[in-house]
């Protein structure tokens, strides 16, 4: 099994940044994507930010130019570096992992992100 714990999120002000941060531990091998996504009250999941273990990275339009994702192969951890939010992007935000040689994928809890105009 894989364990995430995501951190980082709070209340902040437009304009400002916040630095997402997923922990993985546990089963943690064949780990081949992790990646970041969002959910709005009254909205569906969606798709924010990815990257792969080769390194490749892909984000939503909504966010490509202020977001960027990065992950830390020595922590297991992936982290979405927030600039320049808007009221928008508030959401509950969750770390997904994706396992390889059918292992399946994972979840984290969520972490509130407030952008206050």
């Known amino acids: 099994q894989v364990q995430l714990v995501e951190s980082g999120g709070g209340l902040v002000q437009a304009g400002e940044s916040l630095r997402l941060s997923c922990a993985a531990s546990?089963?943690?091998?064949?780990?081949?994507?992790m990646g970041w996504y969002r959910q709005a009250p009254g909205k569906y999941r969606d798709f924010v930010a990815g990257?792969?273990?080769?390194?490749?990275?892909n984000y939503a339009d909504s966010v490509k130019g202020r977001f960027t994702i990065s992950r830390d192969n020595a922590k297991n951890t992936v982290y979405l570096q927030m600039n320049s939010l808007k009221p928008e992007d508030t959401a509950v935000y969750y770390c997904?992992?994706?396992?390889?040689?059918?292992?399946?994928?994972?979840w984290g809890q969520g972490t509130q992100v407030t952008v206050s105009s």
């Open positions: 997904k992992v994706n396992r390889g040689r059918s292992l399946g994928e994972y």
């Open positions: 546990g089963s943690i091998f064949n780990i081949n994507f």
């Open positions: 990257i792969t273990s080769g390194g490749s990275t």
